[in-house]
């Protein structure tokens, strides 16, 4: 198993590689920049982590350490990919951005809560912390997980035109983060074994995607616009559209009432 997970590796790190190369030859990185940060991030993290024996403490302290910049990364990569999708929804945008944060801050709070009895019942004070790293790690992943399903079901709801870089883009990433989000949550309830062998097929499921991205990103993918919601009825798309204008209107003259400052007052 370790064997296969190594080569796995290795063979996502050469995969990564040509994606990126890809993505700036087709001058993609400008366009989608906070997905070209994730890669390149995920690059290098993969590489100096493939240089530490795993199961030490320097591995740990590594795959630990730079997990706050995983977390930021994939966030970030969320947001640009609401900003893609809902470009001419602002209203939409910017309340879904603020539910966004409030749903990431009561998580990680909430799920911490909870496990802090369980934190406080262990004697080493550097295993509550790994321990703490490990619960907001598996948080941060899931609440993601839970987002991108929330983007990809109004995708298959409401008729919104994208290009197919951007479809190409979310459904690949929903993919490949799906199984660590998944394993991440199932985690305690795996044996060592079932657990290797579930993350080696993350590994190669990872690997497929990276082969999709290769394949399907081009630059003339930003010219052409399709829309894959309700297509199975034309006129349930229209009214579908109708619906998701009247509510962006709505939330747009919602927000620039709470944004607009007092009239002074003379006396």
Do not use: C
Not at 250 to 258: N, T, Y
Request: cysteine-free; aromatic content about 12%; hydrophobic content about 55%.
């Amino acid at each position: 198993m370790p064997a296969i997970q190594n080569s796995l590796n290795w063979l996502s790190l050469a995969l990564s590689a040509i994606l990126l190369w890809r993505l700036y030859r087709e001058r993609l990185h400008s366009i989608y920049p906070w997905f070209f940060v994730l890669l390149l991030l995920d690059t290098a993290r993969t590489v100096v982590l493939l240089q530490i024996p795993q199961r030490t403490n320097l591995y740990t302290i590594v795959f630990f350490g730079t997990a706050p910049l995983v977390w930021a990364a994939n966030f970030l990569v969320l947001r640009e990919l609401l900003f893609k999708v809902l470009h001419d929804h602002k209203g939409i945008v910017s309340v879904a951005l603020q539910a966004m944060y409030v749903l990431f801050g009561l998580a990680v709070v909430v799920s911490i809560a909870v496990s802090w009895p369980e934190l406080q019942s262990q004697q080493s004070a550097q295993y509550r912390y790994l321990m703490a790293m490990f619960i907001v790690h598996r948080v941060v992943f899931g609440t993601l997980l839970l987002l991108l399903l929330s983007l990809g079901g109004f995708l298959a709801w409401f008729p919104v035109r994208l290009r197919r870089n951007l479809i190409y883009y979310a459904v690949g990433f929903l993919v490949y983060f799906f199984g660590t989000a998944v394993l991440l949550l199932v985690h305690n309830v795996l044996g060592a074994k079932l657990a290797m062998a579930l993350s080696n097929v993350n590994l190669l499921v990872s690997n497929i995607v990276r082969v999709f991205w290769i394949v399907k990103l081009r630059a003339s993918g930003e010219d052409m616009s399709i829309s894959i919601g309700r297509r199975w009825n034309r006129e349930q798309a229209e009214e579908a559209v109708r619906q998701l204008e009247s509510i962006n209107d709505a939330l747009a003259r919602a927000s620039r009432k709470v944004n607009l400052p007092k009239e002074s007052t003379s006396v």
